[in-house]
Structures are given as C-alpha cells and as structure tokens.
C-alpha cells in the first residue's frame, strides 16, 4: 500500500470485514478487520512492504459503526450479564464517537439509543438519542420517498424500531425522571396544560408504542 493509499486501504479493510460478515458469517474474522481499520486510521500508520508507512491520522466513521453494530450483537448473545454489559458499553462508546464526528448519522443515534435501553443506562438519555434519531431519520424517509428510493423499507423499518424504543424509554421514566423529562427542552413530548409530567411522559410513550 503506497501511503496516498493509505486511507483506500483502510475502506478496503472495512469492507472486506462487511463481506466475511455476509457471506461467510465469520464475527471473528470482521472485528479483527474493524479493529484494524480503526487503530490504522487512529496512527496514521498502515504495514506496506514489511514497513509502517505514515501520513496524517483520521477517525474511520464506517469501521467504528460497523464494529459497534457488531458488538451490539455479539452482547445479544452473550451468555454472562457482564459480558454483555461490556459489549454494549464498547458499543455505546463507538456510537457516541460516530455522532460526535458526524451528528446527522440517524443509524448512530438510535443504535446508541437501542444499546444504552439495553445497557440500563439513564432511560432519559436514551429517549434523547432515539428522538434525535427520528427526527433525522423522519427526513431521510420523506426524501426516500420523494424519490422512489429502494432504501425506504430500511428506513421505514428502522423508524418504527426506533419509536418503540422511544416508547419503551419514556414509559420506564420514574417520578423524578419524568420531571427531569418535562422540564428538558431537548425533548420534545406531547405537553398539556395542567397535566402532571408523569401523565405527559406517560401520553407521550403511548403515542410513541402507537407510531
């Protein structure tokens, strides 16, 4: 690999990882690949001819997503509760890092989202990333539609994961989270005059779960 192509082949790495996922379902053989990706892009430093050759360091958004996703299903199956709970939090963190990098990635927040729900943690942050999450994806939809694009489905499918989620979040809230959650405004609910916030958290869930 000449060094202009260094970042080439770190795209070449991640999708070589994508294919033994596909095709031969070999989880190992894809992190491996991932993990590579993201620690070469992370050193600026690729192995070319028996030596490291060098050029400017760079995050590989594609390589961090894919291995969280990866992981995330990996802590499905896990076996041992802390296994799982090292899984998501890795994952989580590699979500965070992606939105961080790039905020209009819609698959990142609601992944992020779908791994803290399954992660325990703070069901009000979760909610947040969720929302983000269909807010963004709400307008890929829209444009999809507008323009017969064969990834509606995906989306479309992925919206409702994502509402239900946000459902399932909001509807966990206890009494202080639910007042944290009214009096936030980076989360949108379904507010009423007079209402107490567990009735409006509680409304808004329902209308989530029924989206």
């Not at 399954?118 to 979760?126: I, S």
């Not at 489905?153 to 989270?177: C, M, N, P, R």
Request: charged letters at 25%.
């Amino acid at each position: 690999v000449e060094v202009g192509e260094f970042p080439t082949a770190c795209d070449c790495a991640v999708n070589l990882a994508s294919v033994l996922l596909d095709r031969d379902g070999d989880v190992a053989g894809a992190e491996d690949l991932y993990r590579s990706a993201l620690a070469a892009a992370a050193s600026g430093a690729w192995p070319a001819s028996g030596e490291r050759q060098t050029i400017g360091s760079f995050f590989h958004v594609d390589a961090a997503h894919n291995l969280a996703s990866l992981l995330q299903s990996r802590a499905a199956a896990a076996t041992s509760a802390e296994g799982r709970r090292l899984l998501l939090r890795e994952a989580a963190g590699l979500y965070r890092d992606v939105v961080g990098v790039d905020d209009s990635r819609w698959d990142a927040w609601a992944n992020l989202g779908a791994a803290m729900l399954d992660a325990d943690a703070p069901r009000l942050d979760a909610a947040k990333c969720l929302q983000r999450a269909i807010l963004l994806a709400e307008t890929v939809e829209a444009e999809y539609e507008a323009n017969d694009d064969g990834r509606l489905s995906s989306v479309i499918h992925a919206l409702a994961k994502a509402y239900y989620g946000l459902g399932t979040a909001l509807g966990h809230l206890d009494a202080a989270e639910a007042r944290a959650a009214v009096d936030d405004d980076d989360i949108a609910l379904l507010r009423q005059p007079g209402a107490d916030a567990g009735a409006v958290v509680a409304e808004s869930a329902a209308n989530a779960l029924r989206t």
